[in-house]
């Protein structure tokens, strides 16, 4: 797992296509709580050349999610530490769910889980038990945790909300 601020600076100093490039794979995103205070001084540096009301807006925000790259293969969902994403809630399994990444797609499955796997897309809710094939900008809920999956490019424009609100679609 990551902390998203490094990102949130590419996407400051990049366009679409530079991201995109710099940042080819798939990713996860998920809000985990923090403390409050925890992370301002590292995001603070992040943002040292954003104006004062962006940076107090993101301040807020961004210390909040935190990512996993979906490099090529399978990765892990579950409570359990040896996961690839640990998810720390009683209504994930130990070993939820898989994700995998190949050429062609990226699918979600159950891994046989107590509360499923869902994925919360554009055609409807989708229970993965079987694997499902991921969109940008799906929703994937393991338990009760919603996450979000995107491709390079919804990251750029998922960052672009967090530093501005008004980019958000339909905004």
């Not at 530079?18 to 540096?45: N, S, W």
């Not at 040292?48 to 790259?69: F, G, P």
């Not at 062609?104 to 038990?129: E, M, Y």
């Not at 501005?164 to 905004?171: L, S």
Request: net charge neutral; aromatic share 8%; proline share 5%.
């Amino acid at each position: 797992m990551e902390l998203i601020y490094p990102y949130v600076r590419d996407r400051q100093l990049c366009s679409r296509a530079e991201f995109a490039a710099r940042h080819p794979a798939p990713v996860i995103v998920f809000k985990k709580l923090a403390a409050a205070g925890q992370g301002e001084t590292q995001l603070a540096q992040v943002i040292d050349d954003a104006n004062a009301e962006v940076a107090k807006a993101l301040r807020h925000e961004a210390h909040q999610y935190r990512l996993l790259r979906l490099a090529g293969g399978a990765h892990t969902i579950g409570r359990a530490p040896e996961n690839a994403l640990v998810l720390n809630d009683d209504s994930v399994s130990r070993q939820h769910a898989q994700i995998v990444v190949s050429a062609i797609n990226v699918t979600v499955a159950d891994a046989g889980s107590d509360n499923g796997t869902w994925v919360l897309g554009a055609d409807g809710n989708q229970k993965a038990t079987t694997p499902v094939t991921l969109r940008d900008g799906d929703r994937v809920r393991f338990g009760r945790v919603i996450t979000h999956f995107f491709a390079p490019s919804g990251f750029f424009d998922f960052l672009s909300t967090l530093l501005d609100p008004r980019a958000a679609p339909g905004a």
